[in-house]
């Protein structure tokens, strides 16, 4: 398909919103960047198009089902939400919209999504991973934090806020809250695809993450045996692509022009 700067694409029962930005999937590399748990196309601000810039590449977002402008979804979600986006839902969209060869950029919810992906499919189109504070398993400060963003929401302007960008903004909250905070939910562990991922995996994480701990990093560690590299921001938490926006830019655009571009005496080569 032609794909447009901004539009929907039908993915089986949902329609979701996107934008691409820079050159299409056909023509270069291309970041196809998955968003946290509260997260849409629109809430990543101005970091996509920054990325785009600073590496050249294309850069494809997209609100998942219950997101954004996306429709919206049937509640509650099944627990096993992250793993049917992973190995459903994410393989149809890379194939909609052309993807040829690339990396996945997830934040939370998102980038345990890719990592589901990328170790459930061995894609060879995935040349990299960039995970921003992932979750592989269910932390107790993870739960603590859930519980009391519920608390604000329902008793603060929040869900006001949180209205600017989701269409049905109850949908996209209690998607999300109701499913991390499900008792069943305390046994997810997708730990056990980190050791198929075969591509080079960058996490940052905010040295000050409200929602997960160091912990998922040194699991990471333990169980790849692909290169983990790893940036902790100072002086930033749960979204250091907002709160520490040049830092994380650098570290980003860094890894996958390294994992996506090889030089080539004075030409440049995207592979």
């Known amino acids: 398909m032609a794909l447009q700067p901004s539009g929907f694409l039908r993915i089986g029962d949902s329609d979701l919103e996107y934008r691409m930005i ?19 196309a629109a809430l990543w601000g101005d970091f996509p198009r920054a990325l785009q810039a600073a590496t050249g590449m294309g850069v494809f977002v997209y ?10 979804v049937t509640l509650p979600r099944p627990l096993d939400y992250m793993s049917r986006e992973g190995l459903d839902l994410l393989p149809a969209l890379l194939d909609t919209i052309g993807f040829q060869r690339g990396a996945l950029l997830g934040h939370s919810d998102g980038a345990s999504i890719a990592a589901i992906y990328a170790g459930g499919t061995g894609d060879h189109r ?37 209205a600017r960008w989701h269409s049905n903004v109850d949908n996209a909250f209690y998607g999300w809250n109701d499913a991390w905070l499900d008792p069943n939910f305390r046994r997810w562990d997708i730990s056990g695809y ?15 993450d409200q929602y997960g701990t160091i912990r998922q990093i040194e699991l990471a560690k333990e169980e790849c045996y692909c290169p983990v590299d790893v940036t902790l921001i100072p002086q930033s938490g749960h979204s250091p692509h907002r709160e520490a ?8 655009s860094e890894f996958v022009r390294r994992i996506l571009i090889v030089h080539e005496g004075s030409g440049i080569r995207a592979v």
């Open 22 to 40: 820079g050159p299409l999937p056909s023509e270069a590399p291309t970041i196809v960047m998955l968003h946290e748990g509260l997260g849409s």
């Open 63 to 72: 609100s998942r089902a219950g997101y954004g402008a996306s429709s919206p």
């Open 126 to 162: 995935v040349r990299g991973v960039v995970l921003i504070a992932p979750h592989f398993f269910v932390e107790d400060v993870s739960v603590a934090s859930i519980a009391a963003i519920r608390k604000t929401y329902e008793t603060t302007e929040l869900r006001t806020k949180l």
């Open 194 to 208: 980190l050791a198929y991922i075969r591509v080079p995996i960058a996490i940052l994480q905010g040295a000050n």
């Open 245 to 252: 926006p040049e830092r994380t830019l650098a570290a980003v």
